[in-house]
């Protein structure tokens, strides 16, 4: 069965503060992989995708991706105490989105 | 666009009873899905449909669960009877036939269920 791994956290970073959440995965061949972020009581959405090797950057959110060693990162930079939520890692397989059980980051002003 | 709507939001109910969850996906999506989320077990993919058609239901957790997808509009999710392992929090979520731009998953805002 695909595993998709996360550390529950909390992980707790201050302010203005590089935050770093890590995911692994357990299906060599998967291609494509998602961070969700989900705010206590609401639903998941999306922050941003990634399926090549290296990094993606969207504004204070960069997504690192490496295939070989089947892990996926998200780093939030000048963390923002409104950031504070789970943040879920996911793993396209066939047609559907396998999840992580989430990391909770807590940013204290 | 309003989302993809459920209902009901929250539902308290006592072991034995039926519960049906209904969702409204985003109107031109082509896939729907249901998940299930508990602290315990993280989101879990219940079923999918592509097109109003089940594709893998192979996370229905029993036969107490079932889904539909009478049209492109709507779908049910249906739990009968009810125990109080089943409680947790149900998504839809919806997306177009494409994973090529975002692939993303737009998800409700979920229904709450408990069981007594």
């Known amino acids: 069965q695909k595993e998709v791994e996360q550390n529950s956290g909390p992980l707790s970073v201050p302010e203005g503060a590089i935050a770093s959440l890590n995911c692994t995965y357990s299906?060599?061949?998967?291609?494509?992989f998602f961070w969700y972020r989900q705010y206590s009581g609401k639903s998941p959405e999306l922050i941003m995708f990634?399926?090549?090797?290296g990094d993606k950057e969207d504004g204070r959110f960069t997504a690192q991706l490496n295939k070989a060693s089947q892990y996926v990162s998200l780093l939030i930079r000048d963390s923002q105490p409104s950031d504070s939520a789970t943040y879920l890692c996911?793993?396209?397989?066939?047609?559907?989105?396998?999840f992580g059980k989430g990391t909770m980051l807590l940013v204290s002003p | 666009d309003a989302g993809v709507i459920q209902s009901p939001r929250h539902e308290v109910t006592e072991m034995g009873q039926e519960v049906t969850l209904r969702c409204k996906p985003i109107?031109?999506?082509?896939?729907l899905f249901w998940y299930r989320q508990t602290m315990m077990r993280g989101l879990e993919l219940l079923i999918y449909?592509?097109?109003?058609?089940?594709?893998?239901d192979s996370g229905m957790p029993e036969d107490r669960f079932s889904a539909k997808m009478p049209n492109a509009s709507f779908s049910t999710l249906k739990i009968q009877p009810s125990e109080p392992r089943d409680s947790a929090v149900y998504f839809c979520?919806?997306?177009?036939?494409?994973?090529?731009?975002?692939?993303?998953?737009?998800f409700g805002e979920g229904s709450r269920l408990t069981v007594l």
């Open positions: 979520a919806s997306r177009v036939d494409s994973w090529v731009n975002t692939g993303e998953l737009f």
């Open positions: 299906d060599r061949g998967s291609q494509s």
């Open positions: 990634i399926y090549s090797n």
């Open positions: 996911a793993v396209h397989e066939y047609s559907t989105l396998t």
């Open positions: 109107s031109g999506h082509d896939y």
């Open positions: 449909f592509n097109n109003n058609v089940p594709i893998d």
